[in-house]
């Protein structure tokens, strides 16, 4: 066979490992690895042949069946450009580091955090007196310690700067001057997207916390972030901004319309948004009071798993603005929060009778005695005398005290013969 000389040719990676797979070196380094078995990849050579070097098959070489390339190489890298390959590190290269918190066991520093509730149930009124602790470094709603006053970028798409947010933050008592807004003669305000200046913002003015509300409001570019892959792609840098700024980034968002009681479930957008964000935080309506709300935790294994607070929306009457009045703990978590009203109240109130049949099943006790031990349980004292109601239990004056019994079961525990 005459030998030719065959110009190079630019070929994508999956056409130079088929080619790899199905002909033989056509350079003579090529062929002396392949004989000592040091290479396969050998059609990746890019070495030019040498002028008068047969390019063609040795006749000592076995010829190879040839097959048809695939349509699709797998693994193409981009036109003009060579894949990357991933830089790993061992793991002893790597200090241990203890995790920063803004609000201990609640919000952690460096990291993109969430919080859900529907529609003007005060998480955003709330998010103002977290905002407005951490301006004046005061204690969080829990005794925890505050952290050392920081600016907070206060990104805000649903209320006005003058009438509403100023209000509020002057209520909550909040140090102004460290509290930054969107500029309501401006025509460009703060997105997500290929173009957010998210970190040189949180640099520029030193930020503590950044709060975005609504979250999904800010995204722009196209991205739709009912889709994982789009949610993903736009939160992983907002993530990776909070990681080396040291910034708490939170983003606020509505409940969806569906009918799961996991609250992981049930915030606005892809479950991928809750998957990139560290802590996700939930406010709902009190299943026993519907003038208290309660913040719970729908993700976080950051921190030891601590009880719900509850907290009511107070008006004050000279900015005429509401503001936040914490209540201390509440025995209900996340998934207790995301069924209707309706469904909350009603498993409340089955969990209050059950407790006072069990109270009250060795027979009468002191009204008073028998409250208390129901609050001390976690049942609210309204929901308590509701179930009292619905079981028919007795009331009777004796010695200057009320006494609870249950019906048909005497003072002493035995079954009455009528009942």
């Known amino acids: 066979m005459t030998a030719s000389m065959r110009s190079p040719r630019r070929q994508c990676e999956g056409c130079r490992r088929w080619l790899a797979a199905t002909e033989p070196a056509r350079c003579s380094t090529c062929r002396e690895k392949t004989a000592r078995g040091t290479t396969t990849e050998h059609d990746a050579c890019e070495t030019e042949p040498e002028p008068g070097e047969a390019t063609t098959r040795d006749s000592s070489e076995p010829a190879r069946p040839r ?69 004046t470094g005061r204690e969080m709603p829990d005794g925890t310690p505050g952290v050392e006053p920081g600016v907070v970028l206060f990104l805000a798409y649903e209320d006005a700067t003058a009438e509403i947010l100023r209000p509020r933050f002057d209520t909550a008592g909040a140090d102004v001057s460290r509290i930054r807004v969107h500029d309501p003669e401006a025509d460009d305000r703060f997105t997500l997207g290929r173009e957010s200046h998210l970190e040189q913002l949180i640099r520029e003015h030193d930020a503590r916390l950044v709060i975005v509300d609504p979250l999904i409001t800010a995204v722009t570019g196209g991205a739709d972030m009912h889709k994982g892959q789009d949610a993903r792609r736009v939160l992983t840098p907002v993530a990776r901004a909070a990681e080396r700024t040291g910034a708490a980034v939170l983003g606020v968002r509505h409940l969806n319309k569906g009918m799961s009681r996991s609250a992981l479930l049930r915030g606005e957008g892809s479950i991928g948004i809750g998957g990139t964000a560290r802590t996700v935080l939930i406010v709902g309506v009190d299943p026993d009071d519907p003038d208290c709300r309660i913040l719970a935790r729908s993700k976080g294994n950051l921190a030891p798993p601590g009880a ?83 079981l028919g239990v007795r009331s009777e004056r004796e010695g200057g005290r009320w006494i609870l019994s249950l019906p048909g079961v005497p003072s002493d525990g035995s079954e009455d013969a009528s009942g």
């Open 67 to 135: 097959t048809v390339p695939p349509s699709h190489p797998p693994g193409p890298a981009p036109k003009g450009q060579r894949a990357k390959v991933p830089a790993l590190i061992s793991l002893d290269a790597v200090q241990p580091r203890s995790i920063d918190w803004l609000w201990r066991g609640w919000i952690p520093a460096g990291m993109f955090s969430i919080c859900d509730g529907l529609p003007g149930v005060g998480k955003s009124t709330m998010l103002v007196d977290i905002a407005a602790r951490v301006t």
């Open 308 to 390: 719900s607070r509850r907290f009511a929306l107070v008006g004050d009457p000279e900015t005429d603005a509401a503001r936040v009045e914490w209540r201390g703990e509440s025995r209900y978590m996340a998934d207790d929060l995301t069924g209707s009203e309706e469904e909350s109240r009603s498993g409340a109130l089955d969990d209050a009778v059950a407790f006072l049949r069990s109270e009250l099943a060795d027979g009468a006790k002191p009204a008073h005695e028998v409250i208390e031990a129901g609050v001390a349980a976690g049942h609210a004292e309204r929901t308590i005398k509701r179930a009292r109601k619905r």
